[in-house]
């Protein structure tokens, strides 16, 4: 049956400068200065988070050092992090939205898509420029903190919108205007299009949207693999991934945790306390989550902010700290050198390439059925324990070595917040 709607009408509202915005709000004093949120410098989590139009204004940026942001703006008031807030605001925001619609997907606490392809008013299909004024309106007056509000045919035109014109505005991209709009802005400025993406394009002669969407097929292939394609297609308009229902979970395909250590990491035993922190935290969701992973990346920060990551395959799906640490550790050994030898500021393990816990497994020279078995079994036990006594009331003995790293949890010091990925279109 063919749908009686000649296109599909889809919105996604940005909540501008979420947190400092929020901060704000909430302390009236703040307002007109140049106001920041940052990480403790006391947890060496001394960068910005987020920063107000002003404070933008002067130069501070998402994710530089605070001295940094000092240097560029002496005057800049920082804020720790309040993430309850956050959420708070967060919510109130989508109640609002859903006003409009039930389809109303998060990306992250401070976006959301909305379809209001289903929307009536005066018996015809609701202009999609009016619905997101007054949703921008609204969010102004009954929150107190403003959005901006991209409108097109498709999530990944709205999105782009969103960032066209901040704060406090509404941008349409329209199937009669996107070439003309969007086709001469740098292929970065498209979702999904980070910074390796973009050097790769670039080096092909790939600069702007419009020669992404003019791209070869197969040049794109050799240098991004499938996603140059689904990229093309993005910028030609032709994303077709729909708007999920409001509270519908999406399929998690990894799980991953990263932290910045309490202090810098200066040899392989300091390196291999914190990566088993890490995995406990790792495994722990997974089993949560009733799944295996069956391959693991290592990613490193130096000191000097130099990044590098390196994956692998596992022997056997698996949901154990030990068996992820040890991959973990082994993969640090093999990429040390491209750090420079330096010392690591932050480092990361992230799981991935999923699948249930009880699905079928190919049996494995590498592990008898009696250690899985074991090994399940004390998991369980360990995560009983967790949950009734608190996530450190069992530690592994590798962490107590250490006095640095005696009360460190990546599990509670990382709160992750859900965020969208790319779906296959």
């Not at 901060?23 to 006391?42: D, F, Q, T, W, Y």
């Not at 709205?158 to 941008?171: E, I, Q």
């Not at 200066?266 to 495994?283: G, M, Q, R, T």
Request: proline content about 2%; hydrophobic content about 35%.
């Amino acid at each position: 049956m063919k749908s009686v709607f000649k296109e599909r009408v889809i919105l996604h509202a940005d909540i501008n400068n979420c947190y400092a915005s929020i901060e704000c709000r909430m302390n009236p004093s703040l307002r007109g200065k140049a106001v920041a949120v940052a990480g403790s410098i006391e947890d060496r989590h001394g960068i910005i988070l987020a920063k107000n139009e002003k404070a933008k204004a002067m130069g501070v940026k998402t994710g530089e050092a605070i001295w940094e942001a000092r240097i560029k703006c002496p005057d800049l008031v920082l804020c720790k992090p309040h993430y309850d807030l956050y959420l708070k605001f967060s919510k109130a925001a989508r109640k609002i939205y859903s006003d409009y619609t039930d389809r109303i997907e998060p990306f992250g606490l401070d976006e959301a898509w909305l379809d209001i392809t289903g929307l009536f008013r005066n018996g015809s299909q609701a202009n999609g420029e009016e619905i997101a004024q007054e949703i921008r309106s609204r969010v102004k007056k009954e929150l107190g903190i403003t959005v901006s509000v991209g409108v097109s045919f498709n999530k990944i035109f709205a999105k782009l919108g969103s960032d066209l014109k901040k704060p406090d505005a509404v941008t349409v991209i329209s199937r009669e205007n996107f070439r003309e709009k969007i086709w001469g802005l740098n292929a970065d400025e498209l979702i999904y299009v980070g910074r390796h993406t973009r050097e790769r394009l670039k080096n092909r002669g790939v600069i702007t949207i419009g020669d992404l969407a003019r791209a070869d097929d197969r040049m794109l292939t050799c240098a991004l693999g499938v996603n140059g394609i689904k990229l093309k297609r993005f910028a030609m308009g032709e994303d077709k991934s729909p708007v999920a229902f409001d509270g519908e979970k999406s399929e998690v395909k990894s799980v991953s945790n990263s932290t910045t250590s309490p202090r810098d990491l200066c040899n392989d035993a300091d390196v291999k306390v914190v990566l088993y922190a890490l995995a406990e935290s790792v495994a722990m969701r997974l089993r949560d989550m009733k799944v295996k992973a069956q391959a693991i990346t290592v990613s490193v920060r130096s000191k000097t902010l130099n990044t590098y990551s390196r994956q692998r395959h596992t022997h056997f799906p698996t949901n154990d700290a030990k068996d992820i640490a040890i991959t973990a550790f082994e993969l640090y050994k093999e990429s040390f050198s491209k750090s420079g030898g330096q010392p690591i500021r932050s480092i990361g393990i992230h799981a991935g390439d999923l699948t249930g816990e009880d699905s079928c497994e190919q049996l494995t020279l590498f592990e008898s059925i009696e250690n899985s078995l074991k090994k399940k079994s004390l998991n369980t036990a360990v995560d009983a324990l967790r949950k009734r006594y608190g996530y450190l009331c069992v530690t592994r003995g590798i962490i107590l070595s250490d006095d640095d790293f005696r009360s460190f949890s990546t599990r509670i010091q990382n709160e992750v917040h859900p965020v969208g990925f790319m779906k296959s279109v």
